[in-house]
Every structure is written in structure tokens, then in C-alpha cells.
């Protein structure tokens, strides 16, 4: 971002976007900080930041972020419908369609199951710089969503598998000029391989407690190394089909317009929203004394990280450390550099990161040529500071 971007500007532009606000300073405390360790402020945001906390939507200030683990209270949130209140004594899963035996299970029934603990941390695939403040990581725990439809008894038909919440609305469905408006659940949908793989998880505990009703409780679908749309809250209702799910939050609201080269023509593809595309964002920069550091996370779908670096200005792009405290695979990665002899005055910072697959973070320019609508959004964001 360069010095012509205003403060004013990225108030009404991507911080608008975020839930940024100016309505007041509340005083936050960082525990995140070592004694005798101030922050540096960001001269990329206004220096009067409100993070957008209501009922329905909650923004994490990912300067504050002081462990590996985000507590279920601070855990970012969001959500189409509300939340659903959900009694846990009355509640069932239903498992419906193509199964050999239609279940309903309780969460009794469901905490019976072998269960597994699994670190996984994500973004909503809308997430963004500046604040990048719609990610979080947890330790979930819950029953292999294979385990359940193994109990079901998945027909050889079975294409499809389509995760329904108990959260509803009315929507709107266009179809050549006439216009439908009827009750939906929020519903995703899952494909045969990935369905029946050992990853999925559907999940009834966070760090250690039932789930909050912000997080779906009583039992929330999470696919490991995916955007945030996939991981269903409140699932009410599994069903097995042959054919492709086609509702909203799978086939129109949550799509990517990608341009591909085929064969030295670009081609452009609409393509839903899955794994996270690999990501680093600078969350603080602080002081010590003399010496200045630099702490940032990498969000990304479980291929182990080759690198991450940072540059300061024009500088060179130098190593950061991979923090030990994310080691497991579909966790956030945190990462540190020393930032040596800053000098007073503004610098612009930036951090790119690089998995063993090759793919390096974009930067914005190179992402732009390549992706035509906002989601997704992984570039190289730069981050301005004063050094005083
Ligand atoms: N039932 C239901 N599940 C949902 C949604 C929703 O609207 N309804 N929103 C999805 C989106 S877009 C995101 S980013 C994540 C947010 O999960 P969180 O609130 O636990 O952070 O939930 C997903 N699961
Ligand atoms: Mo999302």
C-alpha cells in the first residue's frame, strides 16, 4: 500500500469491508506482549479502530492473537441466517437419501462414536487485508464423518453429499425472469471422495468444550484445509444423492471467476469455494528496546510450508521462523522475524509466504491478472508502520 493510500481511504475501502469503524478507541490489552514489548502502529489503519462485534458477526484483531489456540470467545464469526437455538436434549442428525439405513442420532448417540481431535484452523474465503481479522484456530473435537456414513451404509449411486443446517431464510431464486421466493437452509455439498475420506470431521467440541452456539452447536462440519463456507454450523440433516447440489451458498455465492492458461489461451473458470489458498498477513509489528519484530500468520490448506519471508521496503526479501507452537498440519502457522536497525520513520513491511508444492503467494498485481472477483483474496498485502 503505498503512502498515497490515506487513512481515510482505507476507511471507506477494504477496513469498511472488514467491519472497521471510527465510533471510538476501546483500550485493548495484549497480553500477546512480553514486558518492556510495545506495538507499533500501523499507519495503514486509523488510529481510531472498532472491530465490528455484534451478536452476528465477530472481527478478531489479529494484533492481540496470544497463543496457537483462538479461546471459543474470541473465535471470529459468521454466519447468513443468525443462529439457530438448538436444544441439545432433543436434537438429531438425520442421515437421509442414498444410505442402506436412514439414521437419527442423538448427541448421546453421536459422543458414543470413536471421536478424534483435530487442529484446524480458517478464514472466511471473504477474508482480507488489511486486518485479515475472519480467521481463527481451534482444537475441534468430534466423530470421522466417515464413521457416520459407514453406520448409514452409502449406496454405490451416492455422487453427493449435502450438509443442511437447522438455520434457515427466504432467498430469492431467479431462473430466466421469474422469480421464486421460498425457505432455505444453508446447505453445502460434499463429493463421494472427499465425503468418505478420513478427513471430515463433524465436530461437537471446541478447545475442550461443547460447542458455542456461534460455532455451531451442537455439531458443525469441518473440512480440513477449506475455506470457512464448507465447515456447516448447526448441521441438522446429512443427504446422500446422485445428483450435483446446486443451492446458493454452493453454486453462486461463494465462486471464484479464475483465469487458467490452456494451451497459450487464458481461459477463465467459475469455480466453487474449497481449499484455502495458501496465505501469510502481517498481524503486529512491536518493540523491545532497540529491536523491532515482526509477527505474522500463514492460513493455508495443510501442504507443509517451505517458506516464508519478509522484506521491508525495497529491501531484500529475508527469512522468517516457522513458530514450533503450529506444527500440526491444517493448524495456522505463526511466524517471527528480527527485524534489525529500523530506522525512524514510515517502511512498508510485507510478507509472502511459499509451500512445497511451489506455489508462492501471490502479489496483488499477479493475482489481479489471474482472479476477477474478491474472494480468495491471498496476495502479498504490505503493511505500513511508524518507526519512531
Ligand atoms: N449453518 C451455517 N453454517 C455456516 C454458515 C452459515 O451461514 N450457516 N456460514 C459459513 C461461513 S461463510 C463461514 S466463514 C463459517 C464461519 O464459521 P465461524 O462462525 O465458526 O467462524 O461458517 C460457515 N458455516
Ligand atoms: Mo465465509
Known amino acids: 500500500m503505498s503512502k498515497k493510500t490515506t487513512r481515510r481511504e482505507v476507511l471507506k475501502g477494504g477496513a469498511a469491508m472488514a467491519g472497521l469503524g471510527v465510533l471510538g478507541f476501546p483500550e485493548w490489552a495484549f497480553p500477546a506482549l512480553a514486558q518492556g514489548e510495545t506495538l507499533v502502529a500501523f499507519t495503514d489503519l486509523p488510529e481510531e479502530v472498532v472491530l465490528e462485534r455484534t451478536p452476528d458477526r465477530r472481527i478478531i484483531d489479529v494484533r492481540d492473537i496470544d497463543g496457537p489456540v483462538t479461546p471459543a470467545d474470541k473465535w471470529f464469526t459468521t454466519q447468513h441466517y443468525g443462529h439457530p437455538e438448538i436444544d441439545r436434549a432433543t436434537y438429531r442428525l438425520a442421515v437421509s437419501g442414498l444410505v442402506d439405513r436412514p439414521l437419527s442420532l442423538s448427541l448421546g448417540d453421536l459422543r458414543g462414536l470413536p471421536s478424534r481431535e483435530l487442529v484446524f484452523g480458517f478464514e472466511c474465503s471473504g477474508n482480507r487485508g488489511p486486518l485479515n481479522g475472519l480467521s481463527s ?37 431467479v431462473f430466466r425472469g421469474r422469480t421464486s421466493t421460498v425457505d432455505q437452509q444453508y446447505g453445502r455439498s460434499l463429493q463421494r471422495d472427499i465425503a468418505l475420506s478420513n478427513e471430515p470431521l463433524l465436530a461437537y467440541a471446541l478447545n475442550g468444550e461443547p460447542l458455542s452456539t456461534h460455532q455451531g452447536r451442537p455439531l458443525r462440519l469441518l473440512v480440513p484445509g477449506w475455506y470457512g463456507a464448507p465447515n456447516v454450523k448447526w448441521v441438522s440433516e446429512i443427504h446422500v444423492q446422485e445428483d450435483q447440489y446446486l443451492g446458493k451458498y454452493q453454486a453462486r455465492w461463494y465462486r471464484t471467476l479464475k483465469g487458467e492458461m490452456v494451451n ?39 501442504t507443509p510450508i517451505r517458506s516464508v519471508e519478509v522484506r521491508v521496503d525495497d529491501g531484500p526479501w529475508q527469512p522468517a521462523t516457522l513458530d514450533p507452537t503450529t506444527r500440526e498440519t491444517y493448524s495456522w502457522k505463526f511466524f517471527n522475524f528480527d527485524w534489525n536497525g529500523a530506522t525512524p520513520g514510515e517502511h512498508t513491511i510485507t510478507s509472502r509466504a511459499t509451500d512445497t508444492s511451489g506455489y508462492m503467494q501471490p502479489t496483488a498485481e499477479g493475482l489481479e491478472e489471474v482472479k476477477k472477483t474478491f474472494l480468495e483474496q491471498n496476495n502479498q498485502h504490505p503493511r505500513t508502520v511508524m518507526i519512531t
Open 264 to 302: 497459450g489461451v487464458m481461459k477463465w473458470k467459475e469455480t466453487a469455494i474449497t481449499k484455502m489458498r495458501l496465505k501469510s498477513y502481517i498481524a503486529r509489528v512491536t518493540k523491545m528496546g532497540n529491536q523491532h519484530k515482526v509477527f505474522g500468520v500463514i492460513m493455508h490448506d495443510g
Open 137 to 173: 484456530n481451534g482444537r475441534w473435537t468430534g466423530v470421522p464423518l466417515r464413521t457416520v456414513l459407514e453406520r448409514a451404509g452409502v449406496q454405490a449411486s451416492a455422487r453427493e453429499f449435502v450438509f443442511f443446517g437447522a438455520d434457515h431464510g427466504e432467498e430469492e431464486v
